[in-house]
C-alpha cells in the first residue's frame, strides 16, 4: 500500500472523528479535505462514509456503561425499554428518508451555494437557540425523554442529510430548541449516531462494493483507527466544553468555513459537487 495514500487515510480519519460529533458538518470538511489532499475520487466518497463507524466505536466506548447497563435490563425495566425505543423511534425518520431521496439530495444540493448556505443559516439558527437556552430546559437527562421527544429529534436529524448543515448540529440544537438541556440533546444525539451512521456506512459499502477490493482493507483499517481515537479524544472534550459552555463559538466558525466554501468554489481551488 502506498505509504502517501496511507497518510491521506490518517489525516481524513483526524477530520471526521474531530468534526462528526460537532456542530459544523463533518461532510463539508471532508469534502474540503480530499479536495486538498487530491482524495475525492469515487472510492474515497466511500471511504469517507465507511470510517464514520471508527468514530461511533468512540461513542460506544464512552457510553459503554451506559450502553451496557440497558441491555442487561432490557427483558425486565420499562425504563431500559423507553430508553431503547426512543434511539429506535429517533433512528426510523434518518432511515426512510435516507432510501427515498438521499440519492436526489446528492445530486441536486452537493454545491457550493447550498454546503455555504448550510453553514452560514445553522450558524445564525444555534446564535437564536442559544438565546433561548436561557429558559429552564424541559427535559434534563434522556432518560427522561418520551417516544415523541425522540420522534421530533429524528425528524429534526433528517435536515443533516443536507450537505453542510450537520447531522449533529441538527439533533444537537433541535433538540435544545425543542425542550431538552443541552447536556441531553447532546448524548442523544451520540446515541442516534450508532445506528444512523452504522446503517449509512453499511448500506454505502453494499452499494459501492464494485469499486472496493481486499488491497483496500489497509486503507480503510487506517481511517477505522484514527477516526476512532480522535472521535474518542473530541466527545470527551464536548462533553466537559459543554459543562460551562454554549455553542456560541461554533456559530461563529460555521460562518468563517460557509465564505471558506464559496472562496474555494469560485477559485476553482475545491470542487462542491457530486
Not at 469534502?31 to 470510517?51: E, H, P, R
Not at 435516507?98 to 445530486?107: A, D, N, Q, R, S
Request: with cysteine; net charge positive.
Amino acid at each position: 500500500m502506498d505509504i502517501a495514500l496511507l497518510l491521506k487515510a490518517t489525516l481524513m480519519g483526524i477530520v471526521e472523528g474531530l468534526t462528526e460529533f460537532l456542530p459544523i458538518s463533518s461532510t463539508g470538511h471532508l469534502i474540503l479535505t480530499g479536495s486538498l489532499l487530491g482524495f475525492d475520487d469515487d472510492k474515497s466518497k466511500v471511504f469517507d462514509i465507511a470510517i464514520q463507524t471508527g468514530a461511533i466505536f468512540a461513542v460506544v466506548i464512552v457510553y459503554w456503561q451506559k450502553i451496557r447497563a440497558t441491555l442487561i435490563a432490557l427483558p425486565s425495566q420499562k425504563q431500559a425499554q423507553r430508553f431503547a425505543l426512543n434511539v429506535l423511534i429517533g433512528f426510523l425518520p434518518a432511515a426512510v428518508v435516507g432510501l427515498l431521496i438521499y440519492k436526489t439530495i446528492k445530486t441536486y444540493l452537493f454545491n457550493a451555494p447550498v454546503v455555504a448556505g448550510a453553514f452560514i443559516v445553522g450558524a445564525f439558527i444555534i446564535l437564536w437557540v442559544e438565546k433561548r437556552a436561557r429558559l429552564a430546559p424541559r427535559i434534563q437527562e434522556v432518560d427522561d425523554m418520551s417516544p415523541l421527544d425522540a420522534f421530533k429529534v429524528g425528524l429534526v436529524q433528517c435536515l443533516g442529510m443536507i450537505p453542510g448543515t450537520s447531522r449533529s448540529g441538527a439533533t444537537i440544537i433541535g433538540g435544545m430548541l425543542l425542550g431538552l438541556s443541552r447536556k441531553a440533546a447532546t448524548e442523544f444525539s451520540f446515541f442516534l449516531a450508532i445506528p444512523t451512521l452504522i446503517g449509512a456506512g453499511a448500506y454505502s459499502l453494499y452499494k459501492e462494493r464494485a469499486l472496493l477490493s481486499w488491497a483496500d482493507l489497509p486503507l480503510f483499517a487506517v481511517g477505522l483507527v484514527v477516526s476512532f481515537i480522535s472521535a474518542w479524544l473530541c466527545i470527551r472534550w464536548l462533553l466537559r466544553y459543554i459543562a460551562s459552555h454554549s455553542f456560541v463559538g461554533f456559530a461563529y466558525y460555521r460562518i468563517v468555513f460557509g465564505v471558506v466554501v464559496l472562496a474555494t468554489a469560485w477559485s476553482g481551488m475545491v470542487v462542491w459537487a457530486d
